[in-house]
Nanobody, 121 residues
Framework: QVQLVESGGGVGQPGGSLRLSCAAS????????MGWYRQAPGKQRVLVAV???????NYAASVKGRFTISRDNAKNTVYLQMNSLEPEDTAVYYC???????????????WGQGTQVTVSS
């Protein structure tokens, strides 16, 4: 089994910063892409940022230049540094990872439980 545990959510002020972390644990052979999604009230879950095992990144247009995704492969952990926060960033943030549990089994996408980020003065 694989678990993804997020931390670092909370309340941030407009213009401020927050940092999210997500650690994968369990039966892990390798991890391909890792990423962050978010879901605001009444809206669909959308991709925020993704990072490959080689370190290539991609961002949603709404966060490009403000958010930075990174990962520590030795710790099976992905991070999301969020700067210049805006009220529109308020959402539940979910981490995801495509995990292979053995060399013979294709990767499967796992999800964290979500962490609330609220941007308010």
């Amino acid at each position: 089994q694989v678990q993804l545990v997020e931390s670092g959510g909370g309340v941030g002020q407009p213009g401020g910063s927050l940092r999210l972390s997500c650690a994968a644990s369990g039966t892990i052979f390798s991890i391909n892409a890792m990423g962050w999604y978010r879901q605001a009230p009444g809206k669909q879950r959308v991709l925020v940022a993704v990072i490959t095992s080689g370190g290539s990144t991609n961002y949603a247009a709404s966060v490009k230049g403000r958010f930075t995704i990174s990962r520590d492969n030795a710790k099976n952990t992905v991070y999301l540094q969020m700067n210049s926060l805006e009220p529109e960033d308020t959402a539940v943030y979910y981490c995801t990872a495509e995990v292979r549990t053995s060399w013979e089994i294709p990767g499967y996408q796992h999800w964290g439980q979500g962490t609330q980020v609220t941007v308010s003065s």
